[in-house]
Nanobody
Framework: VQLVESGGGLVQAGGSLRLSCAASGRTFSSLTMGWFRQAPGKEREFVAAISWRGGSTAYADSVKGRFTISRDNAKNTVYVQMNSLKPEDTAVYYC??????????????????WGQGTQVTVSS
């Protein structure tokens, strides 16, 4: 699976951004999709995930209520809408995909395919 993220940039605290991730190389509707992020000097952390048909979603506590993950299977694209951004949201955001079931991927937080990442910088 090839994944290409877009939509990152510089935004002021309190602002919003929407990241997109276009997938190719495999039937998109059979993939569990996720977003992760990695801040400088920190480990990569889980942000959000969405099941094959979008019926189930999961979020890290740090973004719950502010971020919304969604997908458009007709466009082979997954999104994350990020509102009320904080400086601590600054990181490289990565899209991830995995063909295993929602329960397995959500339990393990492991994904088999990754994008190259897109930088999100939130200024105070």
């Amino acid at each position: 699976v090839q994944l290409v993220e877009s939509g990152g940039g510089l935004v002021q605290a309190g602002g919003s951004l929407r990241l997109s991730c276009a997938a190719s190389g495999r039937t998109f509707s059979s993939l569990t999709m996720g977003w992760f992020r990695q801040a400088p000097g920190k480990e990569r952390e889980f942000v959000a995930a969405i099941s094959w048909r979008g019926g189930s979603t999961a979020y890290a506590d740090s973004v719950k209520g502010r971020f919304t993950i969604s997908r458009d299977n007709a466009k082979n694209t997954v999104y994350v809408q990020m509102n009320s951004l904080k400086p601590e949201d600054t990181a490289v955001y990565y899209c991830a995909a995995d063909p295993r079931s929602w329960i397995v991927v959500l339990t393990t937080k492991t994904f088999g395919s990754w994008g190259q990442g897109t930088q999100v910088t939130v200024s105070s």
